[in-house]
């Protein structure tokens, strides 16, 4: 019987084991897993708290609906009544500009304005800034292939307006990434294809736009821009471990693998715990921890993992009384960004029971902020209660929110968010390519091709395949 040793039990790891399991099913054939996780829980990023009623999320709180994966995986695990829509009613984004918020005008998908007259009205973007973004309809593309920054796609094609105010916060804000390091192949190619196929983004936008049923609805049924889960998206985690069958080992680091071809050993920090043997390794740990892990057998490999980089970020979730803060904002909206250009601490900060119902009691309010990323990773650092007074001080400086929170819970990720550099993708083909010719290593997670969790449920997937293409070429 052939031994899959899976490292790492967040969502890769999960989804990984789970769809090995089922593809046995399928085949019949003579597999089973071990799955080793250092922590004392499963899930990784993905954690959920439920405190008096508040449903606060440390890490992820939403699944994109344009990425198929990880709601699939919700319904297959019976959690289809368990999902719920971001309010898209009340979907309005703010952007801080000179210390104001302004809302996002209407019709923007991701940086690109698709429809004119609330575009034109909006006072976020400069009567220049408007008609340098308007010159992307008659720009010629670009004729060099290969990568670039986010920032050199979005300055070439709109302007540095539309960088500094739009597309860095929108969509570098995602990555918590610096956009003139950021690589836009790896983390927005669907703008490369539209620039490639249409000659202009706005144009690309607008087909699009044409060809999608009224409300980007599907079967006639609106499609939420997320989802989320009721009980909070650890809900997913739960579900996926009561599926599995293999051996799952809690509170067990990984200190050493070595390579005894055919095949791994696996040696535990706790020395206590004997190694154990596995014909194939699925490391589903950040890229540093794999670095570590392959360098005794791998060299080339740990050199290409070491050159991901991460940034630290931290979550600080506030709950209020409605009745002590209404008076003072009126949280219509999702919540807003925050450009770099402003010089402030927090990053961004998302109206939770605005966006998901449920999320606070009736009466009250539930708020997230963000701080750290590319730059801006000493805040992380900072004690608890350093760390609330700024962002207290920031949210009553920005929203007037001076009132006291009644709860407040913390996270924070140190070296928690991959950054796809520019080459981002060449180097994942790279490593790839040496881990497949070691036989029986296969990389997946966040760190590769996706950090969202419905790119890692995908990239999960594809690991149980080459798994199973590699057990049956050996058979
Ligand atoms: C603040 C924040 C907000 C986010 N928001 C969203 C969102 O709304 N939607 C979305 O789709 N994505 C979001 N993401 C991204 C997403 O949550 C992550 O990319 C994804 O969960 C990563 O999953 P993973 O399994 O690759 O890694 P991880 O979750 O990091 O799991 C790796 C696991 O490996 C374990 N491990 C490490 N070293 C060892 C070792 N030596 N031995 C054994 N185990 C080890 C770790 O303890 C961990 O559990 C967010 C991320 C953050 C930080």
Not at 65 to 91: Q, S
Not at 186 to 198: A, G, I
Not at 262 to 267: D, H, L, Q, S, T
Request: charged residues 20%; aromatic residues 8%; glycine residues 10%.
């Amino acid at each position: 019987m052939a031994h899959i040793a899976i490292i790492g039990g967040g969502i890769a790891g999960l989804a990984t084991a789970y769809y090995l399991q089922k593809k046995r099913e399928v085949t019949g054939a003579s597999l089973d897993y071990t799955l080793i996780e250092s922590d004392t829980r499963f899930g990784g990023k993905i954690i959920t708290r439920t405190i008096d009623d508040f449903v606060i999320e440390g890490g992820p709180d939403s699944l994109v609906t344009t990425k198929p994966w990880g709601v699939a995986l919700c319904r297959e695990l019976g959690l289809d009544n368990e999902l719920i829509p971001t309010n898209d009613y009340k979907r309005g984004i703010f952007v801080l500009n000179k210390g104001k918020l302004v809302e996002f005008p209407g019709g923007f998908r991701l940086a690109i304005p698709t429809e004119f007259v609330p575009f034109a009205v909006s006072p976020l973007i400069s009567p220049l800034g408007k008609l340098r973004m308007g010159l992307d309809l008659f720009i010629h593309p670009r004729q060099e292939t290969g990568d670039e920054s986010l920032a050199s796609f979005v300055r070439r094609r709109l302007g540095q307006e539309a960088l500094d105010k739009i597309a860095g916060p929108m969509m570098a804000g995602i990555y918590m990434a610096d956009p003139e390091r950021m690589s836009i192949q790896s983390t927005f190619p669907q703008f490369l294809e539209m620039e490639r196929q249409h000659g202009s983004l706005i144009k690309a936008m607008q087909r699009a736009k044409k060809n999608r049923p009224v409300n980007g609805a599907a079967n006639g049924k609106p499609q939420p821009m997320f989802l989320s889960l009721k009980g909070g998206l650890n809900d997913l985690v739960k579900a996926l471990v009561s599926r599995l069958e293999g051996r799952l080992c809690l509170g067990q680091r990984v200190a050493a693998i070595r390579s005894t071809n055919p095949g791994f050993e696996i040696r535990f920090d706790d020395v206590s715990q004997p190694p154990i043997t596995a014909d194939a390794v699925v490391l589903a740990v950040p890229a540093y921890t794999a670095a570590q892990l392959v360098e005794s057998f791998l060299p080339p490999l740990a050199q290409l993992l070491a050159k991901i980089r991460y940034v630290s970020t931290a979550t600080i979730s506030l709950g209020y009384r409605r009745a002590d803060v209404i008076d003072q904002h009126n949280f219509g909206g999702f919540g807003f960004l925050i450009p770099k250009s402003e010089k402030r601490k927090l990053a961004a900060c998302t109206w939770t029971s605005t966006k998901f119902d449920g999320r606070a009691p009736n009466n009250d309010i539930l708020l997230r902020a963000f701080v750290g990323g590319d730059g801006q990773e000493k805040v992380v650092k900072l004690p608890d209660n350093e760390l609330l007074s700024l962002v207290r001080a920031e949210i009553a400086d920005l929203m007037g929110v001076t009132a006291k929170p009644i709860i407040c819970q913390i996270f924070r990720w140190v070296k928690g968010n991959p950054q796809y550099d520019v080459d981002h993708l060449a180097r994942v083909e790279q490593m790839k390519e040496i881990a497949q010719q070691a036989t029986g290593l296969y990389l997946t997670g966040s760190a590769y091709l996706g950090i969202g969790i419905p790119d890692c449920v995908k990239d999960a997937m594809l690991t149980a395949d080459s798994i199973f293409e590699q057990l049956n070429s050996n058979a």
